[in-house]
């Protein structure tokens, strides 16, 4: 095995245990218990995000409107509880029927209209940053919040519900590890093994490798479009019920930052081990690295305004890893 092929299999693991040292080395706590719930926090709903991103990068897609969906499901969590004093059942069932249909809205859009998936998937993102905000006129909900009618919201959170986003179990050290935490290893487990070891999931990088070629092959190759589609709906509303719990209310601007981070964990996968595809290892990887990356900076007191160009930096960095390095190997 030559340098080069070092570099590119091994290259960015070995950068996310120098930038793991260098904020241990540079900040006090980075390595403390406290710090660890907040990355494997921060990690869970990115990630969840990110996988759902990566299985539409599976079949040469991209979905934009995750971060929307997201919102969109813990704006509806908080309603149902708050406003229509539902329970928590019933209030997950309503936020996975949301990603649900969202997805199939975008692959239908995509597949049968032809609407690139860019675009299709932005103007969803646009038309649910809109929607979400109509029922109460652009306010978060609460406990106790007046709604546009005049009304009292007087419902609540269930204990349950919140002990999606709260609760820890312990992990060599007590409350270590946060629920969202293992669902987010058991989401990844199950994608890993669904794109990895089932026909269903090869044949979705049959699709995205060479489309045409699947179809003449006798693939249902826009099932699969969909399916992808309605994956990743169904894993953004799922961070958005986390998040939701995490939150104990419906915060209109609390997912501001979900697509971006979501984005760059998936694609930064396409680095790990030198994959040079989505994969769902490789997407668990990058999501703890912008974990970790943007807990080092917060400690490190680095100007909120500078995290953004340094994942960006980040991510150039990996792609270029994945893309100039194993393509010049291959000449």
């Given at each position: 095995m030559d340098l080069q092929t070092i570099v590119i299999?091994?290259?960015?693991?070995?950068?996310?245990?120098?930038?793991?040292?260098?904020?241990?080395?540079?900040?006090?706590?980075?390595?403390?218990?406290?710090?660890?719930?907040?990355?494997?926090?921060?990690?869970?709903?990115?990630?969840?995000?990110?996988?759902?991103?990566?299985?539409?990068?599976?079949?040469?897609?991209?979905?934009?409107?995750?971060?929307?969906?997201?919102?969109?499901?813990?704006?509806?969590?908080?309603?149902?509880?708050v406003v229509l004093e539902q329970n928590a059942f019933v209030a997950v069932v309503v936020c996975l029927l949301i990603g649900a249909v969202v997805g199939l809205i975008n692959g239908f859009l995509i597949v049968y209209m032809r609407v690139p998936d860019l675009l299709a998937t932005l103007g969803m993102m646009f038309l649910l940053v809109g929607l979400q905000r109509i029922p109460t006129e652009g306010r978060s909900i609460a406990t106790g919040m007046t709604m546009p009618d005049g009304s009292v919201a007087e419902g609540t959170f269930s204990s349950a519900f919140l002990a999606l986003g709260r609760h820890r179990f312990d992990f060599f050290l007590p409350n270590l590890l946060p629920v969202s935490v293992v669902i987010l290893i058991v989401l990844a487990l199950l994608i890993w093994f669904f794109l990895e070891y089932t026909r269903f999931g090869r044949m979705m990088y049959a699709v995205g490798s060479n489309e045409r070629a699947a179809e003449l092959a006798g693939a249902p190759v826009k099932a699969y479009k969909i399916w992808a589609y309605v994956i990743s709906g169904i894993f953004a509303s799922i961070g958005g019920i986390l998040l939701a719990a995490r939150l104990g209310r419906g915060d209109i601007a609390s997912g501001n930052n979900l697509l971006l981070d979501s984005v760059a964990a998936a694609l930064i996968g396409f680095a790990v081990l030198g994959a040079a595809k989505p994969n769902a290892f490789g997407t668990a990887v990058g999501a703890l690295f912008v974990g970790v990356l943007l807990q080092g900076l917060t400690m490190m007191n680095a100007p909120y305004y500078t995290q953004d160009f340094v994942k960006g930096?980040?991510?150039?960095?990996?792609?270029?890893?994945?893309?100039?390095?194993?393509?010049?190997?291959?000449?």
């Amino acid at each position: 095995m030559d340098l080069q092929t070092i570099v590119i299999r091994y290259g960015f693991l070995a950068l996310l245990a120098g930038l793991i040292a260098f904020f241990a080395a540079s900040t006090d706590g980075f390595v403390s218990p406290q710090s660890a719930v907040f990355i494997f926090q921060s990690v869970a709903i990115t990630g969840i995000l990110a996988l759902g991103v990566t299985a539409t990068l599976v079949i040469g897609g991209f979905d934009l409107s995750i971060g929307s969906v997201a919102t969109s499901a813990m704006m509806a969590a908080a309603y149902v509880m708050v406003v229509l004093e539902q329970n928590a059942f019933v209030a997950v069932v309503v936020c996975l029927l949301i990603g649900a249909v969202v997805g199939l809205i975008n692959g239908f859009l995509i597949v049968y209209m032809r609407v690139p998936d860019l675009l299709a998937t932005l103007g969803m993102m646009f038309l649910l940053v809109g929607l979400q905000r109509i029922p109460t006129e652009g306010r978060s909900i609460a406990t106790g919040m007046t709604m546009p009618d005049g009304s009292v919201a007087e419902g609540t959170f269930s204990s349950a519900f919140l002990a999606l986003g709260r609760h820890r179990f312990d992990f060599f050290l007590p409350n270590l590890l946060p629920v969202s935490v293992v669902i987010l290893i058991v989401l990844a487990l199950l994608i890993w093994f669904f794109l990895e070891y089932t026909r269903f999931g090869r044949m979705m990088y049959a699709v995205g490798s060479n489309e045409r070629a699947a179809e003449l092959a006798g693939a249902p190759v826009k099932a699969y479009k969909i399916w992808a589609y309605v994956i990743s709906g169904i894993f953004a509303s799922i961070g958005g019920i986390l998040l939701a719990a995490r939150l104990g209310r419906g915060d209109i601007a609390s997912g501001n930052n979900l697509l971006l981070d979501s984005v760059a964990a998936a694609l930064i996968g396409f680095a790990v081990l030198g994959a040079a595809k989505p994969n769902a290892f490789g997407t668990a990887v990058g999501a703890l690295f912008v974990g970790v990356l943007l807990q080092g900076l917060t400690m490190m007191n680095a100007p909120y305004y500078t995290q953004d160009f340094v994942k960006g930096g980040v991510l150039v960095v990996a792609l270029v890893f994945t893309f100039a390095l194993s393509n010049r190997g291959k000449r």
